[in-house]
């Protein structure tokens, strides 16, 4: 086969429809079980997919919203911080219920943070109070204090993860995270809400919380709810997957 033979045809262009296309994004409706301020039903937009899994509102996620809206002193008046917020729910709802500032965070992918801006606005009521910020965990957390208006020797004070601790690669830099966000601030917590998606990794992701006493973190469980499991044909025991369990965690000082 000679050059010639190659004319006209580009050996590396893909065939129309060789490769499914992105979905589009999507909007879901959060109803909430208590509503202190705010509209009773959230909406928020999904993106269409993400390899990040936040194309997904995750039940983690619902259930630390409706712990906050049931507890809404936790956040009313504080500085708030979400790792790998995803659509941002817990976010919105904190901002609902008298947060002073939210900073709501997730991997810097341009569409994944362009959708949390939109969910951060889609509200006029909350508008100007959160932020929609790209942060890689285990990196300097010194522009979230900057969206989140924290002056030097100030810190946030409350942290919000949900369904990250599957992540075993990353835990240690996610602690890292949580240590440095909440800095010298001796009333700061962090809410950890997840479920053992992989049943048979469930010691993989209590690990996360090995490796936070190992900082400094003292830990605490305070949820276990019940719900339906996000994906009904994996893998494992069904009552597992389909249990979120929530925990906090306070720095030790001194």
Not at 27 to 51: A, D, F, I
Not at 58 to 71: K, Q, R, T
Not at 138 to 144: F, K, N, T, W
């Amino acid at each position: 086969m000679t050059e010639l033979d190659f004319e006209g045809f580009n050996m590396f262009e893909e065939p129309e429809g060789f490769r499914p296309s992105t979905p589009p994004p999507k909007t879901v409706l959060h109803e909430r079980k208590t509503c202190p301020s705010g509209p009773k039903e959230v909406e928020l937009q999904l993106v269409g997919s993400h390899s990040l899994w936040a194309h997904y509102l995750w039940n983690s996620g619902i259930v630390l919203s409706n712990f906050i809206d049931a507890h809404p002193e936790i956040v009313q008046g504080k500085v708030v911080l979400e790792f790998g917020a995803g659509a941002g729910l817990p976010s919105v709802v904190s901002a609902f219920d008298g947060a002073k500032h939210v900073v709501c965070s997730d991997y810097p992918d341009l569409p994944l943070i362009q959708n949390l801006e939109q969910n951060m606005k889609r509200y006029q009521e909350i508008e100007g109070k959160a932020s929609a910020v790209g942060y890689l965990w285990g990196s300097d957390v010194q522009d979230l204090r900057n969206y989140g208006g924290l002056s030097q020797g100030q810190y946030f004070d409350v942290l919000l993860l949900s369904d990250l601790v599957f992540n075993h690669t990353e835990q240690a830099k996610l602690v890292r995270s949580c240590k440095a966000a909440m800095g010298d601030n001796k009333n700061a917590i962090a809410y950890v809400f997840f479920t053992h998606h992989r049943p048979h990794f469930a010691n993989k992701d209590l690990l996360f919380f090995d490796i936070a006493k190992e900082h400094g973190f003292e830990v605490e469980k305070i949820v276990e709810e019940k719900r339906d499991p996000m994906f009904e044909h994996d893998q494992g025991a069904r009552e597992v997957r389909a249990t979120v369990h929530g925990y906090t965690m306070r720095l030790l000082h001194g």
